[in-house]
């Protein structure tokens, strides 16, 4: 049995396909990868591991869990959008969730 009072208000789920997210650790400056896993081979190992555990469309992953019990979700393919959209997408909808909550 799930406790409602220990889960989150709201979530946002971005989703983007594997080779976007590869790409994007790729043009991040070395300084700020360096000792890190955001390296081609640890993100492959650690999306694999995320998707194993995750699954789209599937009942069972996190999303899914969260949407069973109520909770506020903003999904944003970003990808498809640029930055200025997502900034945007997630200030409207935290406007909404904070509206309803208060």
Do not use: C, W
């Not at 789920?13 to 300084?31: G, N, S």
Request: hydrophobic share 35%; no cysteine.
């Amino acid at each position: 049995m799930v406790d409602h009072r220990k889960l989150p208000e709201f979530v946002i789920d971005l989703e983007a396909p594997d080779e976007f997210l590869k790409h994007r650790v790729k043009q991040l400056p070395p300084e700020q990868t360096a000792g890190t896993h955001y390296t081609e081979e640890g993100m492959t190992r650690r999306l694999a591991h995320y998707r194993k555990a995750n699954p789209p469309g599937e009942e069972g992953n996190l999303v899914s869990f969260f949407k069973e019990n109520g909770v506020d979700i903003l999904k944003l393919e970003v990808d498809k959008m640029s930055d200025q959209e997502i900034e945007n997408s997630i200030n409207a909808f935290l406007e909404k969730v904070f509206d309803k909550i208060s």
